[in-house]
Nanobody
Framework: QVQLVESGGGWVPAGGSLTLSCTAS????????MGWYRQAPGKQRELVAR???????DYKDSVMGRFTISRDNAKRSVYLQMNRLKPEDTAVYYC?????????WGQGTQVTVSS
């Protein structure tokens, strides 16, 4: 069972920036997607960004141009640089690895953007 540990959440005023980090307990092959999801109160969990080798990253439309996902396979880590944050970005952000049809999740990290 892959363990995922996130860090980097917090409070930020609108227009600010945060960087989320996620480190896996074991090596994740570069062909396996690593990504970030988020869940706001009363809403379903949604994909924010996803990355794997050989393909362009996927982004939720509303974060395109503001968020950047990156990955360091040697460090078993994936990152989410979030710029120009908006109040509607407020949510718990979860790191995800999907391997052989199985989703592995981190514990989540809260991001709060004040208006």
């Amino acid at each position: 069972q892959v363990q995922l540990v996130e860090s980097g959440g917090g409070w930020v005023p609108a227009g600010g920036s945060l960087t989320l980090s996620c480190t896996a307990s074991e090596t994740i092959f570069s062909s396996i997607p690593m990504g970030w999801y988020r869940q706001a109160p009363g809403k379903q969990r949604e994909l924010v960004a996803r990355i794997r080798s050989g393909r362009d990253p996927d982004y939720k439309d509303s974060v395109m141009g503001r968020f950047t996902i990156s990955r360091d396979n040697a460090k078993r880590s994936v990152y989410l640089q979030m710029n120009r944050l908006k109040p509607e970005d407020t949510a718990v952000y979860y790191c995800n690895v999907r391997d052989s049809g199985i989703n592995h999740w981190g514990q989540g990290t809260q991001v709060t953007v004040s208006s």
